[in-house]
């Protein structure tokens, strides 16, 4: 079972910047893919960005070019640098280790961090 903290979060004016991390504990097998969803009220959850243990990553279309996933695999850390803020960014951000196994899926998700984007 794999145990993932969030940090980061908080209220930022529109075009401000925020950094969000996780760090995962238990039992973490390679290769793996570790990244960020939200969920917006009343909206489904979406992947916002993703990075595999190999540094492969992709990004929604709607965070392209503003947002940048890392990960620091010596930590079992994975990072979120948000910049150029939008509203429509305002949601709770949940950490995510995805592990698949043949055809078998091991998810993990951390609590959510809060970010607002309002003036």
């Known amino acids: 079972q794999v145990q993932l903290k969030e940090s980061g979060g908080g209220l930022v004016q529109p075009g401000g910047s925020l950094r969000l991390s996780c760090a995962a504990s238990g039992y973490i097998f390679s290769p793996n893919t570790m990244g960020w969803y939200r969920q917006a009220p009343g909206k489904q959850r979406e992947l916002v960005a993703a990075?595999?243990?190999?540094?492969?990553?992709n990004y929604a279309d709607s965070v392209k070019g503003r947002f940048t996933v890392s990960r620091d695999n010596a930590k079992n850390a994975v990072y979120l640098q948000m910049n150029s803020l939008k509203p429509e960014d305002t949601a709770v951000y949940y950490c995510n280790y995805k592990r698949e196994v043949g055809v078998v899926t091991y998810d993990s998700w951390g609590q959510g961090t809060q970010v607002t984007v309002s003036s």
């Open positions: 990075v595999t243990s190999y540094g492969s990553a």
